[in-house]
C-alpha cells in the first residue's frame, strides 16, 4: 500500500467536494505553505509539494475519476489507473494488474485465443510537463508576459527522432517480425496454452536499432532547454492553471508532444486584498475628518481617485468604487473597491489640545450639539440625545485624561 496521505484529506475538503470548493481549499493552502511567506522552512516545502500534488489530480476530471476508484494505485504507472481505460485496453497494456501479466494473456489461456496480439505500439503522445510561477497583484489583475525556462526532451535533430545514426534507419525485429509481441507457449493443469508477450528484445516497438545515433544513444530524444514565453491573463488568480499545447515531452513512434501546465500564486499585496472579483482595502483619515467631512485621495490598482467622505462619517462605514475592482476572468466587466474607513484617535496630545477638547466636550453637556433629530416624542429624543451625550463625553473623557 502507499504510504502517501489521502488526496482529499490533504487538502481539507470531502469526497464529495465540488470543484469550486476543491479550489478554494487548495488557495487557502497555497498562502499558507507558499514558499516566499515561509522562506527555509522545509516543512513548509514539503507541504506544498504535497498540496500541489494532490490538488493536480482532485482539479483534473480524468486523474480524480482514477483516483476515486483505485486510490494512489490509479495513478502509479505500475497500478491499474496508469494506462487510462479504453474497454480492455488499460488492462491489455503491459503492466496491467500491477505488472502481473497481460489480461489478454488470461483470455488466450482459458478462452482458446490463438494470442495474435495487437501488433506494434502506435504513436504515443509526450508526458506533460508542470511549472509553478509567482506573480504579483497588479500583474495578476492586468495580467503580463513571462518567460520561462524549461528543460524537456525533444527529439533529436540529428537522427529526427528515429534513434538512428544518419544514413541508416531501424530495421525489423528478428524476434518478433515486426509485431512487437512473442508467444510462449506455457504447460497449466489444464494443457498447454499459448500466451502473447512484449518482445524483450525491441520493447514492444517492433525495430531495432544497429547503429545508434550518437547524440542521442539511440534513443530518439535529448534534453533541451528552451525559454517559453507565456501571456498570463487579467483576473487570473492563485491556484489558476494555464495550458500551453504541444509545450510538453516529446512523443514516441511519430506521436505529438504533451502538454505544459502552469500554475500560478498571486503574492500577497501590502493593502489590497482581494474577494472573488472585489478589491478590499482600509483607509485611515482623522476623527476630524470623519467629523467635518473631506475629499481624500485613496489608492486603486489604477492609480490615485478622490473620494468623498461626508462629515459625521463612523469608523467602520465602507464606501464602494464601482469598476475598480479585478477584470472577471471568465465574462465581462470588472469588479469593484470596497474602501473601509479606519478612523484614528490621535494621541501625544499638547495640554492646549487637550483643553480645546474637553471644551469641545463640555458643549455636549451644555447641549451645544445633538446625535441628531427624530420623530419621536421630546421625551424620546431627549432620552437619545441623553445617551449619545453620554458615550461622546466617555469618548472625550478618554482622550483628555492623559494629562
Known sequence: MSDKRDYYEVLGVPRTASEEEIKKAYKKLIKKYHPDLNPDSKTAEDKMKEI???????????????????GHAGMDGNGFGGGGFSGFGGFGSQGGFGGQGDFGDIFNMFFGGAGGGRGQSGPQRGADLRVDISITFEEAAKGTEKDIELTRLEHCDTCHGSGAAPGSSPVTCPNCGGTGKVRIAQSTPFGQFQTVKTCSRCNGTGKIIDNPCKQCNGTGKVKKTRIIHIKVPQGVDTGSRLRMQSEGQAGDLGGLPGDLYIYITVRPHPI????????????????????????????TIDGKVKLTVPEGTQNGTTFRLRGRGFPRLRGYGKGDQHVRIVVETPTRLSSSQKDMLRQFAGSFADGGTGSGTGTGSSGGNHAAGGKSQEKKKGFFNKMTNND
Open 52 to 70: 500541489n500534488e494532490a490538488y493536480d489530480v482532485l482539479s483534473d476530471a480524468d486523474k480524480k475519476s482514477r483516483y476515486d476508484q483505485f
Open 272 to 299: 489590497f486584498r482581494r474577494h472573488e472579483d472585489d478589491i478590499l482595502c482600509d483607509y485611515a483619515i482623522s476623527f476630524v475628518q470623519a467629523a467635518l467631512g473631506d475629499e481624500v485621495e485613496v489608492p
